[in-house]
């Protein structure tokens, strides 16, 4: 979290998360991930944590880099699922799995779990025999089920509401969507 303080990373005020929860807390791991050694350390961090495996995957746009900096410190391939025009999770651009290949699967913050459980089925779909998931912040205080096992650098208790139960919508305060994905 040190680091997070340090590079502006961790924001104070209301906020719309991808998952549609509103909180008052929020990490925007690209202000950290925007620089190289901070990225490559907290992969190296993440990857001692992991099993061995194949590849390693990530959801398109919060999880390339710090999947990428995960697959370097392994020494294996990255590859990464993105939403097509349905906002459905897809592998693309070429990206194949053989049936039976390991993964892990990566992500910069997990609150719900949403988005690698649906990286995690893509695998599945495709025959890859995904071994745990992996994330800098687990801001669900480790309740988030993905199905796997997951390992997190920093796990978090954060407030986070139904839009409905907001109390910070009920106070009128103007909410933020900080994140890469439009809700």
């Not at 392994?74 to 390991?102: H, Q, S």
């Not at 650098?153 to 919508?169: I, K």
């Not at 009128?172 to 994140?179: D, M, S, T, Y």
Request: proline share 5%; glycine share 10%; net charge positive.
């Amino acid at each position: 979290m040190a680091v997070f303080r340090e590079t502006g990373a961790y924001l104070k005020g209301h906020f719309k998360l991808t998952s549609g929860l509103h909180s008052d807390e929020y990490l925007q791991c690209a202000l950290v991930l925007q620089h190289p050694h901070l990225a490559e350390r907290l992969g190296r961090e993440l990857a001692e944590r992991l099993p061995a495996c194949d590849f390693v995957a990530a959801p398109a746009l919060g999880g390339l880099i710090i999947g990428h900096e995960v697959a370097r410190a392994r020494g294996v391939r990255f590859l990464f699922t993105e939403r097509d025009a349905a906002a459905k999770m897809v592998l693309r651009r070429g990206f194949a799995i053989r049936p039976g290949e390991t993964a892990v699967v990566i992500e910069d913050v997990v609150t719900t779990g949403g988005s690698t459980r649906e990286v995690i089925q893509v695998l599945q779909a495709a025959g890859a025999k995904v071994l745990a998931a992996g994330s800098i912040i687990d801001r669900s205080g480790g309740k988030a089920d993905l199905g796997v096992p997951r390992v997190a650098l920093a796990t978090l208790t954060v407030n986070s509401w139904d839009p409905e139960a907001c109390p910070l919508c009920q106070q009128g305060l103007a909410v933020e969507k900080p994140g890469s994905r439009p809700i």
